[in-house]
């Protein structure tokens, strides 16, 4: 495409936990072509269609851990200390150690010293400077720091001066593309996060392999034992919670199972985890309270109706432990959590083996989509989604999932879509569908396709020319 056929992918971030930069370096290298550097961090393992393809090349930046040491009460010299490190790390693997590239493509936020590092690098090596918004790096500070703080008003007048820069901008929602228009002066190409091919329905087989393999995870709760302990201790071999190998061709999902949802998230503070708890709290207390209050004639009848409900919650982050102790004081009698970080290749059979996901994501700005939805829409999978502005753009209520906005609301949608569950429950089968249904409308391959290549193909023909 270019005259030297080379792309540069900038995560200044873990880039196993980066799957839409994992994405773009696929398609530069599948769809456009290109010899593929990826600078970032590593942590946790790419996948590995990344790891595995020849003409992609990870280069690796040391994380500054030693400014964590520092204490609080120095936050502001850890920050600029913390962006004066980065800065110059990225200026040696953009200008030295990375072949000269015709097109830079960075991943904002972060933006700070992410943009300004890119830019002086593709002005250096006469590259094209491809900004791909996902979010904007200020609100995040924000977060911490407050909206009116010095440092964040010096952040988002970094992000807004270098963003304009860029010769072309991709951004992931349309809310996104009019902010940037109206009140940044950038012109950005929405390209939608869709489900690579890796994404959909988990075959039985494949369901009880994950599920003989996380078992070891499965069988500690966090805090007290739970009814998922009792049920691992008494299985047989051929069983999980889920699945029975009833011989070498033939498995079954069990009729007494527990439903399973998902929950993947960073632990951070935009996604308010407690809404899920006290969502499970609630639907603990009902199912109990309707099985104490039947006669005995109708005991098992209302316990069969409502199943037992297990939450799997992959991801890391700085809240984990913080709500890891909440969860071992809730004491509940038909609810269980578990917490795990999955390899690449097992997230998304776990979410093609779920019944539900559930997403806390409420956006630091507003105007960004969580991918993790995506994804899960991708392997035919329900999502309960927190409301907020533009989650509208992919989750059609009442189609492919359901918003809530408080506890309450998610725990009714819990007993409204597990009523009757496994084979009864007609509420989830009809979103299941819509899941399906938006799942297979569009590919991550297609839509890079038709909106990330023709930009691309542009802004490096403009540097050659």
């Known amino acids: 495409m270019g005259k030297r056929g080379r792309a540069c992918v900038v995560v200044l971030g873990d880039l196993g936990r980066s799957p839409r930069m994992q994405y773009h370096a696929l398609s530069l290298a599948r769809q456009a072509a290109f010899q593929v550097d990826i600078v970032a961090y590593g942590g946790s393992i790419p996948h590995e269609a990344v790891l595995n393809h020849p003409s992609i090349h990870i280069h690796t930046m040391a994380q500054p851990r030693f400014i964590q040491l520092l204490p609080k009460i120095l936050y502001p010299v850890t920050l600029l200390l913390k962006a004066f490190v980065q800065f110059t790390m990225l200026l040696w693997f953009l200008f030295v150690k990375v072949p000269a590239p015709d097109l830079f493509l960075v991943q904002n936020p972060p933006s700070v010293p992410t943009l300004i590092a890119v830019k002086w690098a593709s002005s250096w090596r006469r590259a094209a400077f491809v900004v791909d918004w996902h979010n904007f790096g200020y609100t995040l500070l924000a977060l911490s720091l407050g909206r009116n703080n010095l440092f ?3 952040y988002r007048w970094f992000e807004k001066h270098y963003g304009k820069m860029a010769t072309g901008s991709l951004c992931v929602t349309k809310a996104m593309q009019h902010e940037l228009d109206q009140n940044w002066g950038v012109r950005a190409k929405v390209l939608y996060d869709q489900p690579p091919e890796f994404f959909r329905p988990a075959l039985l087989e494949e369901r009880h392999e994950l599920f003989c ?3 070891k995870d499965l069988c500690h709760p966090i805090g007290v034992y739970d009814f998922i302990s009792g049920e691992l201790e008494n299985q047989e071999l051929n069983e999980t919670l889920f699945t029975t190998k009833i011989n070498a061709d033939m498995i079954s999902l069990k009729q007494n199972r527990p439903a399973l949802v998902v929950s993947s998230t960073s632990w951070t503070p935009d996604e308010n985890f407690g809404i899920l708890l006290e969502a499970a709290v609630m639907y603990d207390r009902r199912v109990a309270a309707r099985s104490k209050g039947s006669d005995t004639a109708k005991i098992s009848e209302e316990q069969h109706l409502y199943p037992n409900l297990l939450f799997i919650i992959t991801g890391k982050g700085p809240e984990k432990e913080k ?11 038909h609810v269980a959590f578990r917490t795990m970080w999955l390899a690449a290749e ?5 979410l093609g083996s779920a019944d539900l996901g559930v997403c806390l994501h409420t956006s630091s700005s507003g105007l960004d989509l969580p991918m993790k939805v995506v994804d899960m829409f991708g ?6 989604s927190v409301s907020y502005s533009c989650i509208q753009e992919l989750v059609k209520d009442g189609k492919n999932g359901l918003l809530f906005s408080s506890s309450s609301e998610l725990a009714d949608q819990l007993l409204i879509l597990f009523k009757g569950f496994p084979g009864n429950c007609d509420a989830l089968m009809s979103l299941k569908a819509g899941a399906m249904e938006t799942g297979s409308s569009g590919r991550w391959a ?3 396709e038709d909106c990330a290549k023709p930009l691309i193909t542009q802004v490096v023909s403009q540097i050659v020319n």
């Open 152 to 154: 964040v008003s010096l």
């Open 213 to 215: 393999r996380v078992k």
């Open 323 to 333: 709500y890891e102790e909440k969860i071992k004081r809730l004491n509940l009698r």
């Open 346 to 350: 097992d997230y998304p059979l776990l």
């Open 379 to 384: 392997c035919g999978l329900p999502v309960c």
């Open 446 to 448: 297609t839509e890079w």
